[in-house]
């Protein structure tokens, strides 16, 4: 069964501060994705990562796929309140189609 | 640009009562699934398709059941729902040629069981 572990499961900061969200596992996947989701909503996808040790830029996101494509992280620079959400991020398996989700962090940022 | 639909949104049922949850994509996306999300807990697969007539099972299948006879179309059943099965319930889909495809989601439906 393969796994994807989240840290940290909640994070609350000011405004301006910076922050890290890891997703972790023992299986390799083919890709590693990023979604946010907004209360009420589907998430919706901000970046995916395929290639071990890419590194991938949105703004003030900044991805990581691990060199062995066994983790990820995602690293906030200057947060602002309009990145409170949920972020999960989701794993697809090397030649297959299931992927699943880490159980997510919830990030509140503070005015 | 209706994406993925989903139908109902919200939904109450009494213990042992049957229902299907609805869901349909207009992007000809061969890869369809279904998630669950509960409180801690993330999206935990349920069942997924690769194509019409072919389906498999997720993380979380037992209880429910799906079928895909078209490829728009991707119903969920509960056979007889158990409190068990109060969650929001997601519906997605991806092209699925491709490591890293996008999944869309639909809105989400609200299902308790009492």
């Known amino acids: 069964t393969q796994l994807l572990e989240q840290s940290p499961q909640f994070l609350s900061i000011q405004e301006g501060e910076n922050l890290t969200v890891y997703c972790n596992s023992s299986?390799?996947?083919?890709?590693l994705q990023w979604y946010r989701q907004e209360p009420g909503e589907g998430p919706v996808l901000l970046v995916t990562?395929?290639?071990?040790?890419e590194v991938k830029k949105l703004k003030r996101l900044t991805f990581q796929f691990g060199d062995a494509r066994k983790d990820s992280s995602l690293h906030i620079t200057a947060a602002q309140p309009g990145d409170t959400g949920l972020y999960l991020c989701?794993?697809?398996?090397?030649?297959?189609?299931?992927?699943?989700f880490g159980a997510g962090t919830r990030l509140f940022v503070k005015a | 640009n209706a994406g993925v639909t989903q139908t109902p949104k919200f939904q109450v049922l009494k213990t042992g009562q049957s229902m299907t949850l609805q869901c349909a994509q207009d992007?000809?996306?061969?890869?369809m699934s279904w998630y669950r999300q509960d409180p801690g807990m993330g999206l935990r697969l349920i069942h997924y398709?690769?194509?019409?007539?072919?389906?498999d099972q997720g993380e979380v299948p037992n209880g429910y059941n799906v079928s895909r006879s078209t490829t728009e179309d991707f119903p969920l059943r509960l056979l007889s729902a158990a409190p068990s099965q109060t969650s929001v319930y997601f519906c997605?889909?991806?092209?699925?040629?491709?490591?890293?495809?996008?999944?869309?989601f639909g809105e989400g439906s609200w299902l308790t069981v009492v």
């Open positions: 997605a889909s991806s092209s699925g040629r491709e490591s890293g495809n996008t999944i869309y």
């Open positions: 299986s390799v996947f083919s890709s």
């Open positions: 990562v395929v290639t071990g040790g």
């Open positions: 989701a794993g697809r398996a090397a030649g297959g189609f299931k992927t699943i």
């Open positions: 992007m000809n996306h061969e890869y």
């Open positions: 398709s690769v194509g019409a007539g072919i389906t």
